[in-house]
């Protein structure tokens, strides 16, 4: 393989791993704020009783990391 394709010992990602690479990294973050707009967001104009949207906020958040976790191994 030519150097230019090469990083260090890894090879460089393809187009399309590199578009679905930064979609995941991108959706991280979506959820991550949105889950805690939920939290943190007391008049936000959803009719969400406070309970629900609480949980709702710490699974956002968890799904998120979890996201981030299959995406950094990946």
Not at 15 to 36: C, D, E, H, V
Not at 48 to 62: A, E, K, Y
């Amino acid at each position: 393989m030519s150097k230019r394709f090469q990083v260090g010992n890894r090879r460089q990602k393809s187009p399309q791993k590199r578009f679905l690479s930064i979609l995941g990294l991108f959706m991280f973050i979506f959820y991550l704020i949105f889950g805690l707009l939920l939290l943190f967001w007391r008049s936000i104009p959803l009719n969400i009783d406070p309970l629900w949207r609480t949980v709702f906020g710490i699974l956002l958040i968890v799904y998120a990391f979890i996201r981030f976790l299959r995406l950094s191994k990946s």
